[in-house]
């Protein structure tokens, strides 16, 4: 099994917005954990240990409720539009070796050639996976790949039991190009070059005209 991350709560038997109030100055986040067929059980979480759990993606959860605990992930987490505080977490049980589906963001690592740019066409990618081997990413590995290469998903190298749901083998998970504001700039660049360099011979033209011209004009003077 891999790690999971452990969290101690308490069942909580109050409930409404009332309740959730004084949850929250408790620094308490109100919790429900669904269990299949089986009645939900409703807990409270300390505030700044499960928000700070909740920075990993698709994390595997024990939550412990005074003698009792159950395997978790997140199901889903509400939070202030404004404040941005959690509000509430729904997680659902899980049993050790069970695979389920989850959402995997996807992430394009190292630097292309040249000028060219990673652009992630897929955010994120469905995937079916037991509970202990849930990914929390996908690195796309960019390195040296060239303007007009693609990463699809066929080409990803995948953890071991793992596997894609609804995803085309074909379909791109990363473009590689030069964006057009960079081509636009080399192009400006390349205008700005050749303009000083007319300009530059058309200068130094002149200034040969007006040499030649000063012999001229002096001779005319002596005759005179």
Do not use: C, W
């Not at 299949?36 to 595997?60: H, I, Q, S, Y």
């Not at 889903?76 to 050790?96: G, L, T």
């Not at 749901?165 to 379909?171: A, G, Q, R, S």
């Not at 190009?177 to 700005?192: L, R």
């Amino acid at each position: 099994m891999a790690n999971t991350i452990s969290i101690e709560g308490e069942v909580r038997n109050e409930f409404g917005k009332g309740a959730a109030r004084r949850m929250r100055v408790a620094k308490e986040i109100p919790a429900t954990i669904y269990a299949g067929g089986n009645d939900p059980v409703f807990v409270k979480l300390p505030m700044r240990e499960t928000t700070l759990a909740l920075r990993r993606t698709n994390a595997l959860f024990t939550i412990k409720y005074g003698k009792d605990s159950k395997m978790a992930v997140v199901k889903d987490v509400q939070r202030n539009p404004v404040k941005r505080i959690i509000e509430h977490i729904d997680f659902y049980e899980v049993k050790a070796g069970e695979k389920i589906e989850v959402d995997v963001p996807v992430f394009a690592i190292g630097t292309p050639k040249g000028a060219a740019v990673a652009f992630v066409d897929i955010q994120q990618l469905r995937v079916r996976a037991s509970v202990d081997q849930l990914p929390e990413r996908i690195d796309v590995n960019v390195d040296g790949l060239q303007d007009g290469e693609k990463v699809f998903a066929k080409d990803l190298d995948m953890p071991k039991g793992v596997e894609f749901v609804n995803t085309d083998p074909e379909e791109s998970v990363v473009t590689v190009e030069v964006p057009e504001d960079a081509t636009a700039t080399t192009a400006v660049s390349a205008e700005d070059t050749a303009a000083a360099g007319a300009e530059g011979a058309e200068g130094a033209v002149a200034e040969g005209d007006a040499a030649a011209a000063a012999p001229a004009a002096d001779a005319d003077a002596d005759k005179k």
